[in-house]
Structure formats: C-alpha cells, structure tokens
C-alpha cells in the first residue's frame, strides 16, 4: 500500500541512542533537555523564539487564549483542527475564501481584523506590502504586532523548511508549525509555536505547563494564569530533533519525487508548484487538481489499486459547519484537489505507476478495478 504520509526516519541509529539516554536519565516529560535542544535548534533556524508544544491544535488553542482572540478571520480550505481550536478559545470565525490558482487567502485585503493566514502544502501566503521582501518579519516592532496592531498568525503546520530568502517562522505575530507523524518534519506528535515577541512566548511557555511560571526556581513555583498540560514528551523531542537535524536530506528526496510526479503526471491533471510566490518548498505535499466530476472516480481507482490517496481538505470547513456563504474558490478547490503520496518511502517507480493509474483511469474512465498489470 502506498500512503500519503506515511513517516519515515533516517537517521534510526541515532535516535536509538537518544532514546536510550532519555530512559537512563528517567526525564521523560516536562520540558527536558530534548525539548530545550529542539527549541534552539528550530529557534536559531528561523530567527525567532520557539516554543514547542504537544501538537499544533492545542497551539492554536493557547495562541488564542494568550492573545485574548475575540474574532478571527480564518481561510475555510483548511484543516478543521486550526478553526475547531480557535473557536473552543472563544474566537468567532469568519470564513475567508482562497485564491483561484493558489489556496491561500489574500492577505492584502485584510487589515482590521485577527487573521489566520494559513501556509498550505509547504508553500507560502502571498504576504503582505508591509511584510519585509528579505526577511520575510512583519515591518513593526516585535510587541507593537500583538499590542497595537490585529494579530496575524500563520498555521505553518505544512510549513516547516519552507523559505523565502529566510525561512518561514518569523512572521506576524507568531507562527505555528505541526510536527505530526504525517508532517514532513516528524515528532510523532508535536507542535511549535515561533515568535519574535518575547512576552508572547513567555506566556506561551507558562500556559503549557498548567501556568505554572516557568521562570520560577522553585519545583511548583506561582501560578501567573490559565494554563493546560500541552507538553511535549522527550522521546517525541528526540525524534522531532533528529529528523529536524536531516532537513535538507527529506527536502531533497521530496523535491526529487516532484519532478517525478512532474515529468510523469498526464498532461489534463494539473500539479500544484508549491514554490509560488518565490518560495522554496519543503516539496512535502503532491498537489493535484482535476476536475470535480471525476476527482472522487480517480480516487477510487487509486485505492483499488493500493495507492491511498486523500482530498485534503474535503469538504472546507465552513461547509462542516453547515454555513451557506459564498466561497467560490474553497468550493473548487474542496471538490477538485487530490493528495498524492511522497517522502522517503515512496520510490521513483512507485510514482510512475501512480502516474500511469491515473492516466489509464482519466483515458479509459475505468474506476474500482486492479490495473496494475498493464502499467508497461
Ligand atoms: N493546520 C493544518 C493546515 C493541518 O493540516 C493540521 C494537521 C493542523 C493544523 C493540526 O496539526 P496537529 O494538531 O495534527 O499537529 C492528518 C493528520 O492527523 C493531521 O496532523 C494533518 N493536519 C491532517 C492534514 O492529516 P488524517 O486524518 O489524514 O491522518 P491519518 O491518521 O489518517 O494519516 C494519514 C495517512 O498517514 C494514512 O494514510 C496512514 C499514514 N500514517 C499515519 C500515521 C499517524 C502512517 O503511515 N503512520 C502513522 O503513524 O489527518
């Protein structure tokens, strides 16, 4: 079976040896050394504070509760954990739909209100006029972008890697990046939070540990406000940092089996470029778009065929949540994308089978039906 998302690690000895340590030093949560190394390794990578967490759901949730988020404006093709958490903080949603040809919201056009700008399948928002070209910061000073101006945060969950000159982390208010075991940079389980305001990931950083202050000697020292158990476990930092340290190897491997897809893929099923808007991609999620009244059949064929495929994100959620408003743009691409398997367990020829499925399938229009044996 061929999945979207299936991780890999590739460095196992390595981990082993973390692993090993991690049970003879009997720390096993709490915000140990693996955790601290981990912060720093992605801190001193993104030029900014990170705080890392127990998955990027339960980020969101505390972003909200620390920026106090009444209202949010969210783009609906998204993945429903970004909008089912901001809400439970107690942030009214309202939806925003993406672009035509890329599944971002348009940032340009809102100012006033909190945004959630979402970086999906490792590429970037178009960003801002006042969103620095070279290093990608907000042009405001670090705590003027959560006290005086509408917080604007990014779901980096797909994210993590992805560069523009700088890589991704330093944006807005904060960013948030997902380090789930489908994600290209794995922990299992695991989220970041990355921010140049220093207040901000200081209350981050209670907030995670019931809101205990962090910064106290003490064992159990004052508890400074609201907080919830959103630690990440050492074996899970210890994974998250050795797959953090071999980055550039799963970029290659990804990018490589871009092109693949590229060169492969029939002509009528078109292939997201991830690097829109002069980003470099983390090439992490294999994008296509094909057209609506077919998309489902082809998805069949696929799964009959081992290759299990998803419709991220079918349907958008503001269709979850039953609401009727017009977002065009969400509709189509709800109803038109594909999401194909890559990463390091997925070989050169692997793809061209994937390829040669789907072009059997659009040409013949065969759905439910075993293939394989006409592939050459
Ligand atoms: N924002 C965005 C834009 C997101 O996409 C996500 C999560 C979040 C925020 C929240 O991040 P986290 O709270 O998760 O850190 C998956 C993931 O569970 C989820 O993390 C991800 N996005 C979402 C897009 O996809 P499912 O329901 O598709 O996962 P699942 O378990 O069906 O796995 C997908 C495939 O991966 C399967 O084919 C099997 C394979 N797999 C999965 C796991 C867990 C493996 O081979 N091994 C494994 O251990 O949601």
């Known amino acids: 079976m061929l999945v979207v998302g299936r991780p890999a690690l590739l460095s196992k000895a390595k981990f082993l040896r973390r692993v090993e340590n991690i049970v003879d030093s009997h720390v096993l949560t709490n915000n140990g050394p693996y955790v601290r190394r981990l912060e720093d390794a992605v801190a001193a990578y993104v030029g900014a504070e990170c705080v890392a967490v127990s998955n990027a759901t339960t980020a969101f949730y505390l972003v909200a509760k620390a920026l106090n988020l009444r209202e949010i404006c969210v ?72 006290r005086r101006q509408p917080p604007l945060i990014f779901d980096s969950a797909h994210a993590l890697g992805v560069s523009r000159r700088a890589p991704l982390g330093s944006m807005g208010t904060c960013e948030i990046f997902s380090m789930h075991a489908t994600k290209f940079i794995s922990a299992g389980e695991g989220g970041l939070i ?19 202050d ?65 980003f470099h991609s983390n090439y992490s999620y294999i994008v296509v778009t094909v057209p609506p009244e077919v998309r489902d059949e082809l998805l069949r064929a696929l799964y009959s065929n081992g290759i299990y495929s998803r419709k991220y994100f079918c349907p958008h959620a503001a269709r979850v949540y039953g609401l009727k408003t017009s977002l065009p743009y969400s509709d189509r691409w709800s109803s038109s994308v594909i999401c194909l398997p890559t990463g390091p367990t997925i070989r050169k020829d692997d793809i061209r089978r994937i390829c040669r499925v789907l072009e ?17």
């Open 75 to 146: 783009p609906s093709f998204t993945f429903i954990a970004t909008t089912h958490s901001l809400h439970a903080a107690g942030a009214k949603l309202t939806f925003l739909d993406v672009m035509k040809d890329t599944p971002h919201i348009d940032l340009r056009r809102v100012h006033h209100l909190p945004v959630c700008a979402v970086n999906l399948y490792g590429s970037g928002c178009d960003v801002r006029p006042d969103v620095d070209q070279t290093t990608n910061v907000v042009r405001l000073a670090p705590d003027a972008v959560r």
């Open 194 to 212: 990355t921010t140049r305001d220093q207040d901000l990931a200081a209350v981050l950083r209670d907030m995670r540990n019931f809101g205990f």
């Open 214 to 278: 962090h910064q106290s000697k003490q064992p159990h020292g004052a508890i400074k406000g609201w907080g919830t158990n959103a630690k990440m476990p050492e074996i899970n930092a210890a994974l998250g940092l050795t797959n953090f340290e071999d980055m550039e190897r799963f970029r290659e491997i990804n990018e490589q089996n871009y092109r693949t897809y590229a060169r492969y893929l029939p002509g009528d099923i078109k292939l997201f470029d991830p690097d829109v808007g002069g």
């Open 360 to 376: 059997l399938s659009r040409r013949t229009g065969i759905a439910h039906r075993r293939l394989t044996g006409s592939y050459n």
